[in-house]
């Protein structure tokens, strides 16, 4: 497995669970000293990604890209794929997909998170799952051609009501047989929802593609009350190699954030 941390370039996002914010040449540096095998990013849009200069910076770092986020879509646009406005729903689809594009020239997956949506008012359940469902069909073969998975994120139950547990999430796809999605399992949002956290990574098995690495409370890990060592016994259990990514508040402030996350990422690994 491998270590990750977020770098959000959204100003809007102010406050959110993103340890670095001054751009991603300073992520890069305090990352690389600190030890990370890679940065996951947060960026307002796929425009305000230079493909060359962001591999520059990750390769002059001995760093990667894990993941990057489409939340921007949602946050500066208020963009969903379960909107009941069909042309929403398709810029939402066209926003994700240019972000799937850069994110693929990286090497990375993207990740459907907060864009994802919720139904209500005229939107029913049933409807919204078949418009989840059609735009993970339509860009998750957009991700495979850039040879990188697509991840959707199960949100806690403040954030969507679609879904907000894993072995649910996983029935679905699977019913459903949608290609090249995997799950993104985040802790905290788990800590939240799940009465095993453990026991619902093995049940989603093979379809875990990435984990976010925060503890109950969005902070690091180490700082709160999850129980890390059956997690990564699950983790283990289900042949996970991929990355454990920061996704938590920069409490008490970023360096101090970062520091304790590798620390905890370190031991985390070398439980047997």
Request: one cysteine or more.
């Amino acid at each position: 497995m491998r270590s990750a941390i977020t770098v959000s370039l959204v100003p809007q996002a102010k406050g959110g669970p993103f340890v670095f914010w001054n751009g991603l040449s300073d992520a890069c540096r305090q990352a690389a000293a600190l030890g990370y095998d890679a940065i996951e990013i947060f960026p307002p849009s796929a425009s305000a990604l230079d493909v060359k200069a962001v591999h520059a910076l990750v390769t002059e770092n001995c760093l990667s890209v894990a993941a990057v986020g489409t939340g921007g879509g949602w946050v500066v646009e208020k963009l969903t794929l379960t909107h009941v406005d069909a042309a929403v729903r398709q810029r939402a689809r066209e926003f994700i997909g240019s972000i799937i594009d850069v994110a693929g020239e990286l090497g990375a997956p993207a990740i459907i998170g907060s864009m994802q949506g919720r139904w209500e008012g005229p939107v029913t359940r049933e409807q919204a799952l078949d418009w989840l469902g059609e735009a993970l069909v339509e860009l998750g073969a957009r991700a495979a051609r850039h040879g990188v998975v697509l991840l959707y994120e199960p949100l806690n139950r403040y954030e969507t009501n679609l879904f907000n547990r894993l072995g649910d999430t996983a029935g679905w796809l699977r019913e459903r047989g949608i290609q090249n999605v995997r799950i993104l399992a985040d802790l905290f949002h788990m800590n939240i929802e799940e009465a095993d956290s453990a026991a619902a990574l093995r049940e989603a098995g093979e379809l875990v593609g990435h984990v976010h690495f925060a503890d109950s409370h969005r902070r690091a890990i180490g700082l709160g009350q999850t129980n890390i060592a059956p997690i990564m016994a699950a983790l283990r259990a289900i042949g996970y190699a991929g990355y454990l990514s920061a996704e938590i508040f920069p409490l008490p402030d970023p360096p101090t954030a970062a520091a304790q996350t590798i620390q905890s990422f370190r031991r985390a690994v070398a439980l047997t």
